[in-house]
């Protein structure tokens, strides 16, 4: 472990490692082993570590993998709830309690129990300087200060809040509610900032870049209306604008060549426009801004790389490669560069994900998912009452992709809560999206993970599970490839669905006959946004009232052949970027002779032996370009997860 990683964690390592008990449970309500770098120290030190959720799942890893192995590691068991653990295991294990409250005496329990788990590195750095009491008011007030670092007694103006805003949601930093709360009360008494909607714009990415967004095409249609002659005061209009303001510009500048914000479409720049507006209007010939935002995402890409380490740093990554390549399109000059980088990201990322991965199988879903078969249980937690939701799977659909998808419909009034998660590798639909389905580890359902016949079945049960009757519950898949049709949507037609999960698979079509790799898939999946088919599903779902997600099961990626491999029967199963073997002598034999990383069994069933192809290669004939997925590389590994919202009645309107 990383040195400087250690602090607070040392307390809960050394809590755990000189222990010799050859079963541990560790009560931790307060969630601190959730944490990828206590995991992976531990598992160096012999431990491996397992979350309990229920009893069943339990068992089945316990039989599966550890009862005939108790001599060779230790068995690390973390409880977060309250939840009954098995008798039989409580009298073997050695019980240890930890806790937010012995890492952090001076502070009010209370509040720091609210903080996310990911800031407790600088909580853990300040709490040693604190010298005020455990009062809740002096601990939160301190935590908004030198935690969040939030001068909010300071602010007295739009530009100085949109300052912090920006910088809050760029960074996609979750503030607790209770820090959200103090600092509506106290902006609430400004009387500059008493106009603004306030409760929205704090608490809500999606709200925020929608206003400044509408902000600041109110400030370029004013542009507008001043070279007409409607306007006369240039001043009033660029300098009074808190958007004017140089740190505002320079945050949103960045916001804008990140594609995080819309740039205004379909004017002509009037030549009194100032320069620093120009990056947020997209002009028919922007060649020069392209290779401008080219230069800027490779930049930073590179810049990411250096310090990735954690699995949301790649979240962070991908965006930005996604971005990149929807740039790419519109000047493709700088293929070779974008090559280059793409191939030093995956290096590093295949690296992290051998070495890593396996960290967030021990990781809870909540309070964001991690993995794709987190989805349900996520939507499971946040689901209201009775609220009908529906899941959509976009088989096959890459960050990319998605990004297009996302324009298209962000033009038709859809807002999207983001967020980004990890596929099953091997990224197939018959493991990856059945996980998604089933809400379990590929190694509970090892008896059909060569097929997706069971979908259904395990939607059912993982929602009858969490308490909804199997007749509420609609599953549906082959979505997309005919004209829509309301009546055929069986959550429309079947009026007691209260749970739908549906599957569109026109995108991994497309990618299976993608004659001209990505250049096909681009072009094929803007002449079906066009037939707006997703748009009336999503807006007949939404007038029915259901709460939309939106999912994909794995990514893709271009690959070149390296040459057809055959072995007839004795591989279990072939892709064309991996292949599976349930006879572990037949394993080793072809990873001794093929060009493949040998990939460890990670959540996957006894006998499922992967071999994976290397980064860009793919088992098909030599120098044939297609675009495949089933291998582990940042593209077809990191999926969006996305509640989408119409902006029509979803309170982020005007």
């Known amino acids: 472990m990383v040195k400087k990683m250690l602090g607070w964690r040392k307390h809960i390592i050394d809590k755990i490692q000189f222990q010799q008990a050859p079963i541990i449970l560790v009560l931790d309500k307060d969630n601190l082993l959730n944490d990828e770098f206590v995991l992976k120290e531990l598992q160096s030190q012999g431990f491996d570590a397992i979350r309990f959720e229920d009893s069943i799942t339990f068992r089945f890893l316990y039989e599966q993998q550890y009862r005939a192995n108790m001599s060779e590691r230790q068995l690390l068991i973390y409880v977060n709830e309250d939840v009954v653990f098995p008798y039989e295991f409580q009298r073997k294990a050695l019980s240890i309690k930890v806790s937010l409250q012995t890492l952090f005496p001076k502070f009010s329990a209370n509040i720091i129990r609210q903080v996310d788990r990911e800031d407790l590195d600088v909580l853990y750095t300040v709490h040693q300087q604190y010298q005020g009491t455990s009062s809740e008011r002096e601990t939160l007030e301190y935590i908004i200060k030198h935690v969040y670092k939030i001068p909010y007694e300071m602010i007295d103006s739009e530009a100085g809040l949109y300052k912090i805003l920006l910088s809050i949601h760029y960074q996609t930093k979750q503030l607790p509610n209770i820090v959200q709360d103090y600092l509506i009360e106290k902006w609430l008494r400004v009387p500059a900032l008493k106009s603004l909607p306030l409760k929205q714009i704090i608490k809500s990415q999606t709200f925020f870049y929608h206003f400044i967004e509408r902000s600041w095409q109110d400030l370029v249609k004013q542009c507008l209306q001043m070279e007409q002659g409607q306007i006369n005061d240039a001043f009033f209009m660029y300098e009074s604008s808190p958007l004017a303001n140089n740190d505002v510009r320079r945050l949103m500048n960045d916001l804008f060549l990140e594609g995080k914000l819309s740039k205004v479409k379909g004017v002509t720049i009037p030549d009194a426009v100032p320069e620093w507006m120009r990056m947020g209007i997209e002009e028919v010939s922007n060649k020069e801004k392209v290779d401008t935002q080219l230069k800027y995402l490779c930049d930073k890409i590179v810049n990411c790389l250096s310090s990735a380490t954690q699995y949301k740093d790649w979240f962070h990554i991908n965006d930005l490669i996604a971005e990149l390549k929807v740039a790419l399109i519109k000047n493709n000059s700088h293929v070779v560069k974008v090559e280059k980088i793409l191939k030093d990201v995956n290096s590093k990322f295949i690296h992290w994900m ?197 999912t994909s099961d794995h990514g893709n990626t271009d690959a070149t052949g390296v040459g057809r491999i055959s072995e007839g029967v004795l591989v279990e199963q072939k892709g064309e970027r991996v292949r599976i073997y349930n006879d572990m002598t037949l394993y080793e034999d072809a990873a001794s002779k093929l060009p493949v990383q040998k990939w460890p069994s990670i959540g996957l069933p006894e006998n499922y032996h992967v071999l994976l192809a290397e980064y860009g290669q793919a088992f098909v004939p030599k120098s044939q370009s297609i675009v495949t997925h089933g291998g582990a590389s940042i593209e077809e590994v990191i999926v969006p997860f996305v509640k989408v919202q119409k902006n029509e009645g979803s309170g982020l309107g005007e």
């Open 354 to 550: 051998f070495n890593q991965y396996h960290t967030l199988t021990s990781l809870p879903p909540y309070p964001k998912p991690k993995l794709v078969h987190h989805i349900p249980h996520v939507m499971s937690k946040n689901r209201q009452g009775d609220e009908k939701i529906a899941l959509l799977v976009l088989d096959g659909m890459n960050f990319v992709q998605w990004r297009m998808v996302q324009s298209f419909l962000k033009e038709k009034d859809f807002l999207f809560e983001e967020q980004q998660v990890y596929a099953w590798v091997p990224t197939l639909t018959s493991v990856s999206r059945q996980a998604i389905f089933s809400g379990n580890i590929p190694i509970t359902f090892g008896k059909t993970i060569q097929t997706t016949t069971a979908e259904e079945r395990l939607w059912k049960s993982f929602w009858e599970n969490q308490g909804v009757l199997k007749q509420y519950v609609t599953y549906q898949k082959g979505l997309g490839n005919e004209n829509y049709e309301r009546n055929n949507i069986k959550a429309l037609k079947q009026r007691s669905t209260k749970i739908y999960g549906a599957v569109i698979d026109v995108i991994d079509r497309f990618t299976h006959h993608a004659v001209l790799g990505e250049k096909s898939i681009t072009s094929n999946i803007t002449i079906w946004l066009q037939t707006n088919y997703l748009v009336n599903l999503l807006s007949d779902l939404t007038d029915a009232g259901f709460s939309i997600y939106l």
